[in-house]
C-alpha cells in the first residue's frame, strides 16, 4: 500500500486509476478501525508515518461531493460521518461530529464536539463541549479535553508531526494545542494555555528557569504567562506557558482539572 501511495504522491495522473484509489480508500478505512494510524509510539518517542498522510490528502480529490441528512439537519461534503457508534461503545450526545477516517476507541465520551479525519482517540477520554480534534492528532487514553479545546490538525507539510497527547491528560477549558506540540503523560493544562511549536513552556519551579519548545514534560502543571521582550518599539510582554509544579502521585487520574489546580493555589 505504501508503494501505491508513494507512487500517486509523486504522479496525480495515477488517482485516475480504479487499484490506486482503491488502496487510498483502504488507507481510510484501516484508520477509521484504528488499524493504522499516523503517528504511533516507538519505545520513548513517536513515529510519524508520513505516507499515512499523504493517502489522507489524496482521498480528498477521489471522492465526490454529495448531500448527506442527518435527521434536521443536512451536509454537503466529501466525507462520510462516522456511524454505528452503539457498536463501537462510544457515546455521542447530539450534535457532536465525527468523520470517517478518524479512530474512536470503546469508551469515548464525545460532547457536542468534533473529530476530524485521521485523528486518532484512545479508549476513556473525554471530547468535551465544543472542543475540536483536528486532522491527524493523537489523543492518549483517560484524557480530557475540556469546553472550548482546540487541538490542532495537521496534514501538510506532510512531514510535520500531528499534535500528540499523551494518557492521562488534563486540557483545561479554551485550550489551544497546535503545530504538533507533544504533551507528555498525565500533564495538566490549566485554562487558556496556548501552545504553538516556538511558545516558550518554561520550568519556574527550580532557583532556575527552564525552557522547553514543542514537549511538556510528564506530569507538569501548566498554567498561561508571559515574558518581556524586546521590540525596535519598545518592551512588551510575549505570551508563553508556565510550568509551576509537578503533578503528585496521590492526585487521582480521574479528579478534576480543578483538584489538580487546586495543589499550586491557581484558580480556572
Not at 59 to 79: A, S
Not at 196 to 209: A, L, R
Amino acid at each position: 500500500m505504501q508503494n501505491i501511495i508513494e507512487a500517486a504522491w509523486e504522479n496525480r495522473e495515477l488517482l485516475k486509476d480504479s487499484a490506486t484509489q482503491s488502496t487510498i480508500r483502504e488507507v481510510i478505512e484501516l484508520l477509521d478501525k484504528g488499524k493504522l494510524r499516523v503517528a504511533e509510539p516507538k519505545g520513548n518517542d513517536w513515529q510519524v508515518n508520513e505516507w499515512i498522510k499523504k493517502a489522507v490528502i489524496l482521498y480528498f480529490p477521489i471522492q465526490k461531493m454529495e448531500t448527506m441528512e442527518v435527521g434536521i439537519f443536512e451536509y454537503y461534503d466529501k466525507m462520510k460521518l462516522k456511524s454505528n457508534y452503539e457498536s463501537l461503545g462510544v457515546r455521542v450526545v447530539p450534535n457532536a461530529v465525527a468523520r470517517y477516517g478518524a479512530y474512536l476507541a470503546k469508551g469515548v465520551i464525545l460532547m457536542p464536539s468534533y473529530v476530524n479525519i485521521g485523528a486518532y482517540v484512545d479508549s476513556g477520554t473525554m471530547v468535551d463541549t465544543w472542543a475540536t480534534v483536528g486532522s491527524c492528532a493523537q489523543i492518549g487514553k483517560d484524557v480530557h479535553l475540556s469546553g472550548g479545546v482546540g487541538i490542532g490538525g495537521v496534514l501538510e507539510p506532510v512531514q510535520a508531526a500531528p499534535v500528540i497527547i499523551e494518557d492521562g491528560c488534563f486540557i483545561g477549558s479554551r485550550c489551544i494545542v497546535v503545530e504538533g506540540v507533544h504533551v507528555r503523560k498525565e500533564a495538566v493544562l490549566g485554562a487558556n494555555v496556548v501552545l504553538t511549536k516556538s511558545t516558550k513552556i518554561i520550568d519556574v519551579t527550580g532557583s532556575e528557569p527552564k525552557e522547553y519548545k514543542g514537549m511538556v514534560p510528564p506530569r507538569s502543571v501548566v498554567i498561561p504567562g508571559c515574558y518581556t521582550k524586546a521590540f525596535p518599539a519598545g518592551h512588551y510582554q510575549v505570551p508563553c506557558a508556565l510550568i509551576i509544579g509537578q503533578r503528585k502521585e496521590s492526585t487521582d487520574l480521574k479528579t478534576s482539572l480543578n483538584n489538580a489546580l487546586r495543589e499550586y493555589d491557581v484558580a480556572i
